[in-house]
């Protein structure tokens, strides 16, 4: 494929910042994309190009002459060679010269050109890339919103409903578990992915609230993000005005995990915390999903050493965290290979790009977490799960 144009400009995430949006042409299609922004960032992830003032000029600047320079006019067999010159251009370990950001854009949208361009839907393209058995990955919807996303007003930061099964049967059982908490809430704020942001006086309070409402479900359980990078300082984690050592929270999440109906822990630890993570899943990992995602940070390397280690047995896989598609899906192969479980993930910070939805069936993961259902932008990803089923039934 020959790539007539690529051009890029700034589009508003949902905290209404600048992040990226690129488009890229080749003869009769053209393919866009855009990409997230976290806002609880492992120190590890590539990098993401800011200007001082939050924008994000330099990183559209890099699409618009460097890599439109490197890209356009050329011909390239597959995606796959598109990302690698991608890479091989920026040529630093974490993407800070031309920014992963930039990157992303640019590889996401290749990747949806070049779907067009075999006349494939784009989550069939990833899997064959990928050679993965597409498949509904369980919705990890955001219900409740704590750590960094709602002002720590609950220590941890991700409560999150899990339904199982086909999407159009599990997305309206997400929906009614939504509405019927909201209810239960009462007037309560939003946080920053479209759950809810309430207050609890103790650690239980909120377990006891999603054990109840997910009772009346089918195939509905927990999952809980702690990001507990956030919650980590002078060694110790701090959670509603106590400090606790790695072993007391270790504690703390065997007691959750025996009261309530969890279904995994992300992050129990703070990121570099290998050795606390590798305890856990030793003594959990039977019963949970024990996710790293700053730990891990969808990078290959990083991912092996986790393995290496035994120090979890699930990965969070958020291509911007690493810059390219082809690198997100060797993360996917890494985490595959050693048995264990993908989660695909949004950002904090989203835009109406769907890429994720696409992602995660393509890769048959495990689950998806792409947030409340209180945000357009998160609602969006869903809803594109739900065209997938359609279209994967009829091809
Ligand atoms: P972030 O949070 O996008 O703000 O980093 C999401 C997460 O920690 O999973
Ligand atoms: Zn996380």
């Known amino acids: 494929m020959r790539l007539d144009t690529v051009i890029a400009r700034s589009v508003a995430d949902t905290r209404g910042r600048a992040t990226i949006e690129t488009t890229l042409s080749a003869g009769a299609g053209t393919a866009t994309a855009s990409v997230p922004s976290g ?9 993401e190009l800011r200007d001082a003032d939050g924008s994000v000029g330099r990183a559209i600047g890099n699409v618009n002459g460097e890599i439109r320079a490197a890209l356009q006019g050329c011909d390239f067999a597959s995606a796959d060679e598109l990302d690698a010159l991608l890479v091989a251009l920026d040529g630093t370990a974490d993407k800070s010269r031309l920014g992963a950001n930039a990157l992303l854009s640019v590889s996401i949208a290749a990747a949806r050109l070049f779907a067009l361009s075999e006349d494939v839907p ?9 050679g993965t058995l597409p498949s509904a990955p369980r919705l990890y919807v955001n219900v409740m919103n704590g750590g960094a996303h709602a002002d ?23 929906r009614e578990a939504f509405a019927k908490l909201g209810e239960r809430l009462g007037n309560v704020p939003m946080g920053d992915e479209g759950g809810y942001a309430p207050t609890f006086a103790t650690l239980a309070e909120p377990f006891e609230v999603l054990a109840e409402l997910v009772q009346g479900f089918p195939h509905a359980s927990i ?57 856990l899943t030793a003594t959990l990992g039977e019963k949970l999903l024990i996710i790293g ?65 696409d992602f995660a069936y393509g890769v048959g993961a495990y689950g998806l977490k792409a947030g409340g259902l209180g945000q357009k932008e998160r609602v969006l990803k869903y809803e594109r799960l739900l065209t997938i089923e359609k279209e994967d039934a009829a091809s």
């Open 39 to 47: 806002k609880s960032t492992g120190s590890h992830e590539a990098c």
């Open 122 to 130: 784009l989550w069939k393209a990833l899997a064959k890339r990928a």
């Open 152 to 174: 720590f007003k609950l220590p941890f930061q991700e409560y999150l409903l899990v339904v199982e099964g086909k999407t159009s049967e599990a997305l309206p059982v997400a």
């Open 223 to 279: 999952a809980l993000d702690a990001a507990a990078s956030e919650l980590y300082h002078d060694g110790r984690y701090h959670l509603l005005g106590k400090a606790y050592s790695a072993d007391e929270l270790a504690t703390l999440y065997g007691s959750i995990a025996t009261q309530y109906p969890l279904l995994s822990i992300e992050d129990p630890f703070a990121e570099d915390a290998l050795g606390d993570f590798a305890r």
């Open 293 to 357: 995602d700053d730990l891990t940070v969808t990078n290959p390397a990083r991912i092996h050493t986790a393995i290496e280690q035994k120090a979890i047995n699930a990965v969070l896989v958020k291509p911007n965290q690493i810059g390219t598609v082809r690198e997100a899906i060797l993360a996917v192969q890494t985490t595959y290979a050693a048995g264990w479980q993908v989660v695909a993930s949004h950002r904090s910070g989203e835009t109406a790009d769907t890429f994720i939805a």
